[in-house]
């Protein structure tokens, strides 16, 4: 099994993050495990609500927000672990995901999104 890719906060530019956060699929996956502060496995992810994400997609989106460094992924077991990057993200680009995340919010009315930028501001 191939070890995951995490950039370093040195590594991180604010052009992944944004790619990463473009779609808006990843936004809410991403949303969720920010906003809910704890580490999400990847079955909990699978359904948004609207429709329930096929595995491949899902690991498609996780593979795009771990390699922008958004999330950290682990293995345990059978299970892989995702928990946000929030922190680290804010050290290095101050106020980016609050920025991108009340952005979401008021487009879209997503609640995690409001979360998000509630819990960084």
Known sequence: ???????????????????????????KIYAEIAGLGCIQGCATLADTGERVIPKSSLSQHFRVLREAGLIRSERHGVEMRNYA????????????????????????GQEFAEAVAAKHA
């Open 85 to 108: 990057r929030c922190a680290e993200i804010d050290a290095r680009f101050p106020g980016l995901l609050v920025a991108i995340m009340r952005a979401y919010a008021q487009n879209s």
């Open 1 to 27: 099994m191939r070890a995951f890719v995490h950039p370093t906060v040195d590594q991180m530019t604010p052009q992944a993050i944004l790619h990463a956060l473009a779609d808006p699929e990843r936004a």
